[in-house]
Each structure stands twice: as C-alpha cells, then as structure tokens.
C-alpha cells in the first residue's frame, strides 16, 4: 500500500553491495582473507603488543576493513570470521611462544565485534581453542567497544570475568567515541583503554583535543589502567603523549599494520 520513486544510483549501490556481501561469504573459504599485525610499544619504545587486523585481497583489489566489517556484522559471517581470527592469533601466539620470540610482557591484541561477542558459546569458544592451541591466555587481548556495552552490560561482564579468570585481558578501544559512560569504565573489568586516533591527530592544532587526550590519560592512569594511544604519526604527537604519562603507543610513527611473516 505505498508508492516510491525508483533511484537508480541507491539500485547501483545495494547491487554492489549484495556483490560484495557474496563475494565475502567465498573469500574466508578461498584464503582471501589476512590477517596484518601492527606494534604497539611502550614508553621506551619497546614492543610489548601487536593489534591484528584484517585484510580483504578480492580478486578485483583490496577492500578496506571499513567497508567490510560492516557488511559481516549485518549476518553471523562476522562469527565465522571471528572464529578464524581467534584461531589464527593462538596459532600464531603459541608458535612465536615456543620460538623464543615474544619478549617479555607481550599481549596479542584482537578485536571482537558486538555480535561476535554476543554469542552464547562466544567464551566456551575462545577458552577450547585457547587450550587446544596451547597458547597462554595472558598473551591475549580483546579489544571491545563501547557500542557492545549499551545493551546487557551485566552479561557483558560476566562473559569478561570469566574470560579474565584464565587470565585474558580486556581493551576498550575507539574510547571516547562511542556511547561513552563513566560508570562503565569503573564497573567493566578492563585493563587498557585506546585513545582513539581522532584525538590523537590533531593534537597540535587542536586544544580542546589537547585537552580531552590529556584527561583520558589522568582518567585511565587513576583507575589503574594502561592508556594506548591510537595512530601516533609524528614525534611532537608522540612527546605530548609521554609527557602526560601515557603508557603504549601505536601508530605509523612505529610502524604499519604488517604481514603476519614480516610482523615475526
Ligand atoms: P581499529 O580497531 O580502530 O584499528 C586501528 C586502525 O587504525 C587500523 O585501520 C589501522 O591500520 C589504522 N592505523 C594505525 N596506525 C595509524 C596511523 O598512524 N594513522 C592512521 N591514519 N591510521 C592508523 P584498519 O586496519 O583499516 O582497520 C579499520 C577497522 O576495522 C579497525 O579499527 C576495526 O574496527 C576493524 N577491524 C579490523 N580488523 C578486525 C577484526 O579482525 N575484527 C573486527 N571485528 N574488526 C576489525
Ligand atoms: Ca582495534
Ligand atoms: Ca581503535
């Protein structure tokens, strides 16, 4: 019982969509997808972490995570995903473990998406390929975001407490951006809180964000967790970060998000 006007350019656009939704359901099958990890270091720029991300080589060139990530959380794809990202990281954890080659204090830093999160075996999941792998779970990081917490936030924490109970730790990434809520920061078991890169770009240019990077950090430092700065490009933005007591850097200034073999 409606009338509508036909756009052929919103066509063009859901049919590219519905292509590449396709094309994403082939690509983990066929080996299309990677899987790229980018340092994170410490104050005396030590590497102490790496944060996994995902690549897509579609046959027609590379789509960025920022296009596909969305179109996998639209259906349960994004837990098939998932499942192999989580089990890529423990393969790779534990193999870097028995090689000698994590320094001391390393943490793998993996993103979970909300409704990865969301599923009921989500954590009985994580804790059997843990033990299967044989990787220390004190070398694993989940990164969440704040838009995972709106709902259920006290089955949130009860899936975090059990995960930490082995011993994994909790980021709260794109801090700042989202939903954010005081009350979470201090009832959520976390361990690290991201700065999000938005912040930390025009730290020079801008002062309101001089200010609210330097309040994240007091605010984080007081609660007893790690800050990690987000996309540190230059020096200047690096000094004012350490200068204010940030704990972890992560940004092109390091280094880009690289091959796993290469990363090794
Ligand atoms: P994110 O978690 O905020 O990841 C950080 C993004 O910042 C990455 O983009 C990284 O390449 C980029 N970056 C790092 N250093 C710099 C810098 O110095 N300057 C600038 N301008 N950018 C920098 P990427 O790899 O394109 O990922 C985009 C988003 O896709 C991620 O944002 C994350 O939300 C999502 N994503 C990536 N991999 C996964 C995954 O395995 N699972 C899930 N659920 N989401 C993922
Ligand atoms: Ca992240
Ligand atoms: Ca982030």
New binding site residues.
């Given amino acids: 019982n409606t009338v509508r006007f036909f756009d052929p350019a919103l066509a063009a656009a859901l049919t590219e969509r519905a292509v590449l939704r396709n094309d994403l359901r082939r690509a983990l099958a066929e080996g299309q997808l990677r899987l790229y990890c ?1 340092p994170q270091l410490d104050a005396a720029r030590r590497v102490v972490g790496g ?4 690549r897509w080589q579609h046959p027609r060139g590379e789509v ?3 296009v596909f ?1 969305p179109l996998a959380e639209e259906s349960d794809l ?1 837990v098939a995903i ?1 499942r192999w ?1 989580i089990a890529t990281a423990c393969r790779n954890l534990a193999h870097w473990d028995q090689a000698g080659l994590l320094p001391p204090g390393f943490a793998l830093a ?4 909300p409704r ?1 999160f969301r599923q009921a075996t989500f954590a009985a999941d994580l804790e059997a390929t843990l033990r299967q792998s044989g990787c220390d779970p004190r070398r694993f990081l989940l ?1 969440i975001t704040e838009g995972m917490l709106i709902h259920q936030v006290d089955e949130a924490i009860t899936i975090m407490r059990r995960l930490k109970a082995l011993g994994i730790g909790f980021a709260l ?2 801090f700042g951006t989202g939903y954010s809520s005081l009350a979470y920061l201090q009832r959520l078991p976390l361990d690290q809180l991201k700065i999000d ?1 938005s912040f930390v770009r025009n730290l020079s240019e801008n002062p309101n964000d001089a200010v609210i990077v330097e309040t994240i950090i007091v605010m984080g430092r007081q609660l007893r967790l790690q800050v990690l700065a ?4 230059t020096e200047a933005q690096y000094a004012f970060l350490n200068a204010r007591g940030c704990n972890q850097f ?4 390091f280094g ?2 690289l091959p796993l073999a290469e990363f090794e």
């Fill in positions: 980018q944060e996994l991300l995902l960025l995570p920022e990530i994004i998932g990202v993996v993103n979970v998406s990865q990164e990434d794109d890169r987000e996309g540190v490009e992560q940004g092109y200034l880009p998000p």
